[in-house]
């Protein structure tokens, strides 16, 4: 089995598959201010929070070049590269115009650039069910149908400890994030189909949101046995926990992970975030 599964750095994988020879993430590089940071093994969390929490601009991202991605195309096996929505992030245009420069000079190779229509731990799930189709023996042209499918099934919720970060970059107005801090209310977001960010819900404290985003979830998950829970956090595991605890009462899934955001994640998570995808 002779595969490479390239995510950009927003797919926030667990250490063992960090550490799976066939796995490769392609880094991102966030800004804030005038500060190049990048998102690959180097990304401090904590140093990175505390440049946003000072700064009074909204921190950015520029996707990784075609070039970034090519590089991890000179690979003697099957090609599968996962991104963020192409609604956040330019990310899958960069990696679909590598793939066709790169298709130009080796026309027999097989590439298939995945848009996650999500983010984070959404894009763990794509690349896990990649890795079981090929192990289970699936030729390229099927995996890429049922990756497809597979990714067009997956839902995405979280919540968020600030909405400083969405107030920064224009998602909220300055007084609508005034009103929410004092009254501390707490927005449940999720992704849409075509991969943009709502709002679901909102509760009064962070628990009462992580618990109406547990009963969502028990609302609308379909055939749990049959999906893995991913969990990502903001530097707070054990808020992780206590919502691994909340969903796993309610909703039996096959399986569940826990992962710390790394960078873009980080950006959009912010400190206290809390991610899951299904």
Known sequence: MSYRIIGDSCTDL????????????????????????RDDETFDQKMF??????????????????????KEFDYDGDIYVITLSSNLSGSYNSAQLAKNLYLEEHPDKNIEVID??????????????????????????????????FRDNIKTKFVLESLETLRKNGRLTGLQAIIASALNIKPVMGATPEGTIYKLDQARGIVK????MAKQIEQDVLKPHERILGISHCNN??????????????????????????????????EGGIITAY
């Open 209 to 212: 949101a992580l618990i109406t």
């Open 116 to 149: 996650s229509r999500s983010a984070s731990v959404a894009q763990t799930l794509i690349a896990m069910k990649i890795k079981e189709l090929i192990e289970g023996g699936t030729p390229f042209d099927k995996v890429v149908e049922k990756i497809h499918t």
């Open 14 to 37: 667990p250490k063992e598959l960090k550490e799976n020879e066939h796995f490769r993430l392609v880094p991102l590089t966030l800004i804030v201010e005038e500060e190049q940071i």
């Open 237 to 270: 595991y054990e808020r992780a926990l206590f919502v691994k605890e909340e969903i796993l009462k309610r909703v039996p899934f096959k399986d569940c992970f826990i992962v710390d955001t790394a960078g873009v994640s980080s950006l959009y998570a912010n």
């Open 49 to 70: 929070l505390s440049k946003v929490k000072a700064s009074p601009h909204s921190p950015k991202s520029a996707c990784p070049s075609p070039e970034d991605y090519m």
